[in-house]
């Protein structure tokens, strides 16, 4: 009998605490989630970035709905999926060291890579392009063509209205 009182009261007490725990681990998804995307997550670890967004919003779902346990599940699995996408994008952003023994120089030494020269400072027509006839003049600078007025529409022919019948 005492051992189910004590069972009891265990329950009583435990139950209480599940909306604060859940609501503990939330946060820490949404704070890992914030780091996966200050890391380049979005673009060097899109798997695991995108199921930890939907790993935190089924949490906060079911959290909405007092389901404290699988919110709880589903916080977890939000904060593991985006420290490994945090981890996976700062492997991806590192520089790439070289092998040992191989042929390159390091980058310091190479040469810059060559540049496009300038375009000429004049360029001849394309063909088919018509020279102005001789003789044009271009307009002055701040001309403006006049535009003839709106032509006017006669006005329509009114009709008597019919009588009724």
């Known amino acids: 009998m005492r051992r189910r009182l004590w069972l009891l009261a265990a329950a009583i007490l435990s139950s209480g605490c ?30 695991e970035y995108v199921s930890a967004e939907a790993y935190l919003k089924k949490a906060r779902e079911a959290h909405s709905y007092a389901d404290f346990e699988h919110s709880l599940r589903f916080a977890r699995l ?5 420290a490994t996408a945090r981890t996976k994008a700062l492997e991806a952003n590192k520089p790439m060291e070289p092998t040992p023994g191989s042929d390159l120089p390091p980058p310091d030494t190479m040469a810059p890579p060559p540049q496009e020269p300038p375009p000429p400072a004049y360029q001849p027509p394309p063909p088919g392009y018509e020279q102005p006839p001789p003789g044009y003049q271009p307009p002055p600078p701040g001309y403006a063509p006049q535009q003839p007025p709106p032509p006017a529409y006669p006005p329509q022919p009114q009709t008597p209205p019919e009588a009724p019948r």
Do not use: H, K, M
């Open 78 to 82: 939000a904060t593991e999926r985006a």
């Open 18 to 47: 599940g909306g604060i725990i859940s609501t503990v681990f939330i946060v820490q998804g949404t704070i890992g989630l914030a780091g996966a995307r200050a890391a380049n997550a979005e673009n060097l670890a899109t798997y």
